[in-house]
């Protein structure tokens, strides 16, 4: 699976959208971009994914440069809530197992 | 449906024990795997099995031996637990790929392990 990059943290004012980077400039053709998300010491929990194109759920919208070498998560309005590490994931659609490979993540803190 | 259960939600033991941390879940998904995190930490892979009857080993799987005998249940057994093995444990299920669908994994609520 290709190596991402994120920034270890971020903060947002409450109210404001939370625009999270993440960088994969290995990734290959057939690997797809993932979000997780883990609120403190409870189990990780599916976002969003995307190949190519830019997509949005009821949670997120992410947005995948042309060159698919990095992208970006958008909470639209982020709340108290979404305070939590992000973990950017990028690896074939339906692996082995359909396992995850976990960085560090990004740890955003929702400021009032 | 109750999703992903894990069972202690939290376990002391001493140098040597073993025990096994439970993990069962009523959607009938295929996947089913053990992580570890430590603190500070990512998750990392420790076994998952693709179902019933098959199991292969992840990233971190010394020290730690699983079975998969229904659907439902992927215990993961410590042989002998060691301080190193202090961690929190999250186990996660998926249904397979269908139709060139995503299926994300659902995790359970961790096990929180301490060995001294």
């Known amino acids: 699976d290709a190596k991402t990059t994120q920034p270890t943290s971020m903060d947002c004012a409450e109210g404001r959208a939370a625009n999270l980077p993440c960088n994969h400039s290995?990734?290959?053709?057939?690997?797809?971009v993932y979000w997780y998300r883990q609120i403190h010491s409870q189990g990780p929990q599916y976002i969003i994914h995307?190949?190519?194109n830019n997509e949005t759920n009821e949670m997120a919208s992410l947005i995948i440069t042309e060159d698919r070498k990095s992208s970006t998560l958008i909470l639209p309005h982020a709340t108290l809530r979404d305070t939590a590490v992000y973990y950017c994931?990028?690896?074939?659609?339906?692996?082995?197992?359909?396992?995850?490979?976990f960085g560090g993540g990004t740890r955003l803190m929702v400021k009032p | 449906n109750a999703g992903v259960t894990q069972t202690p939600k939290f376990q002391v033991l001493k140098t040597g024990q073993s025990m096994t941390l439970q993990c069962a879940q009523d959607?009938?998904?295929?996947?089913m795997s053990w992580y570890r995190q430590d603190p500070g930490m990512g998750l990392r892979l420790i076994h998952y099995?693709?179902?019933?009857?098959?199991?292969d080993q992840g990233e971190v799987p010394n020290g730690y031996n699983v079975s998969r005998s229904t659907t439902e249940d992927f215990p993961l057994r410590l042989l002998s637990a060691a301080p190193s093995q202090t961690s929190v444990y999250f186990c996660?299920?998926?249904?397979?790929?269908?139709?060139?669908?995503?299926?994300?994994?659902?995790f359970g609520p961790g096990t929180r392990l301490t060995v001294l």
């Open positions: 994931i990028v690896r074939p659609r339906n692996n082995a197992g359909n396992m995850l490979t």
């Open positions: 959607m009938n998904h295929e996947y």
């Open positions: 290995t990734i290959s053709g057939n690997e797809y």
């Open positions: 099995s693709v179902g019933a009857g098959i199991t």
């Open positions: 995307g190949l190519k």
């Open positions: 996660a299920s998926s249904r397979t790929s269908g139709g060139g669908s995503y299926n994300e994994q659902l």
